[in-house]
């Protein structure tokens, strides 16, 4: 039987050239990972596609989770704000309601309420961080005061969101409207304290009723911004929450992604072993037999 020499090197040729192949995966899979190109695993290529798209997404959803703190916190600190300047006008409403005041008493307790009323009108139009109205909803104001002196919600209503995760947004404000008043069944700070100070003003008035009105309309002042910092707060314990649910995903997916893309140290270096010796071993052959005359009998 006549063997082919053309044939014999082919095959060898072949052989070799799959081990070689072989070994250059191996060092590339030891050096690296074990998927650098889609025709390494084209299924695990897709999951790790599909893996680098979420984490992206996620990260997208961390950075508003930090944005929707510090916004939080800017709302809180605003309520806050409001808060202590509500227990300062009980106070004065208390003192005119004694009943016992001079004209320049009440002119005096009428000129801080107004300061107090300019400058809780500044806190309610504060700005968050984005230049937007903290209690503006997603309108350009939240209140304005008119020629007469008239203070008027201007915000749309509507509690500005942001996305945190997958269907999951929160507010990152508070609805002036139900706070300093506007809204339906909302108490009016605004015009509240303007009564008393008109009152104060009036000596023809009568100041006690007036006082103990306002005192009303402050207690219900005062459970609108608490249940506004409620709100707030409750918020920023759902973040805590989402962003730790984040956290957890990423590290599942970091696990993924291992699982697909890491090397198997071990195996990949035995296989690596046993695949170069037996490329060795042929090269070896195929020098040998090319320098014998085998060939040249068995034609």
């Known amino acids: 039987m006549q ?22 995966r191996l060092q590339t899979e030891i050096a690296t990972k074990k998927v650098n190109i889609a025709s390494d ?22 950075a508003n989770i930090t944005l929707a703190r510090g916004l939080l916190s800017q709302t809180d600190t605003a309520l806050e704000q ?27 307790i009428a000129t801080e309420l107004e300061a107090i ?39 749309t209503g509507d509690v500005a969101t942001l996305p945190i995760g997958e269907g999951a947004q929160v507010q990152v404000g508070a ?18 304290i303007a009564t008393l100070v008109a009152t104060l003003r009036d000596p023809a008035a009568a100041l006690p009723a007036t006082a103990g009105k306002t005192l009303d309309d402050l207690t219900k002042v005062e ?28 590290l599942d997916r970091t696990e993924a ?12 270096m035995v296989e690596l072993q046993k695949t170069m010796t037996v490329l060795q071993a042929t090269q070896a052959s195929v020098a040998k037999l090319a320098g014998m005359s085998l060939f040249d009998y068995l034609k």
């Not at 695990?44 to 990260?59: E, V």
């Not at 500044?122 to 007469?148: E, L, M, W, Y």
């Open 3 to 24: 063997i082919s020499t053309a044939g014999f090197y082919n095959r060898a040729a072949a052989r070799m050239a799959d081990l070689s192949s072989t070994t250059e």
């Open 41 to 62: 695993d084209a299924t695990g290529w897709t999951r790790l596609g599909g893996i680098k798209r979420d984490d992206a997404a996620d990260g997208a959803y961390k």
């Open 82 to 108: 409001v808060s202590d300047r509500l227990v300062r006008v009980r106070e004065l409403a208390i003192s005119a309601n004694s009943g016992t005041l001079s004209m320049d008493g009440r002119a005096g």
């Open 117 to 155: 009323r300019d400058d809780m009108l500044s806190v309610a139009n504060s700005k968050d961080v984005r230049g937007q109205p903290i209690f503006g909803g997603t309108g350009d104001a939240a209140f304005t005061k008119g020629t007469g002196g008239t203070i008027g919600y201007a915000g």
């Open 175 to 192: 609805d002036g409207g139900r706070v300093f008043g506007g809204a339906a069944d909302a108490t009016d700070i605004f015009a509240t």
């Open 223 to 250: 459970s609108q911004v608490t249940t506004a910092r409620a709100s707030a707060g409750a918020r920023a314990a759902r973040l805590e929450v989402e962003s730790a649910r984040l956290d957890t995903v990423a």
């Open 257 to 268: 992604r291992v699982a697909i893309e890491a090397t198997d140290l071990p195996s990949a």
